[in-house]
């Protein structure tokens, strides 16, 4: 069965950078497009940014500029550099696609 596992994850100062990964196990995933997810209990999970099969990429407004998705389709992979990390993008990080999600890295922002 074919699954996504998040890796990458932890507790970072504000201004700091992380760089998540998302690899899928089957080849699916490469014909798909994919996106990045973050999830605060208690509020809507909101779209972080997407990359399709042809590499065209979207972000939600508070990632534009600071944060860049990318895959690698040799490796069923997708990535999300993440820069200039606030507090408030404390979060569970998900990448999703094909039907599929993954279950989620913790990003913490804290001095």
């Known amino acids: 069965q074919a699954q996504l596992v998040e890796s990458g994850g932890g507790v970072v100062q504000p201004g700091g950078s992380l760089r998540l990964s998302c690899v899928g196990s089957g080849s699916i995933f490469n014909i798909r497009a994919m996106a990045w997810y973050r999830q605060v209990p208690g509020k809507q999970r909101e779209l972080v940014a997407t990359?399709?099969?042809?590499?065209?990429?979207n972000y939600a407004d508070f990632a534009k500029g600071r944060f860049t998705i990318s895959r690698d389709k040799t490796k069923n992979a997708v990535y999300l550099q993440m820069s200039s990390l606030q507090p408030d993008d404390s979060a569970v990080y998900l990448c999703?696609?094909?039907?599929?999600w993954g279950q989620g890295t913790q990003v913490t922002v804290s001095s």
């Open positions: 999703a696609g094909a039907g599929y």
């Open positions: 990359i399709t099969s042809a590499g065209t990429i």
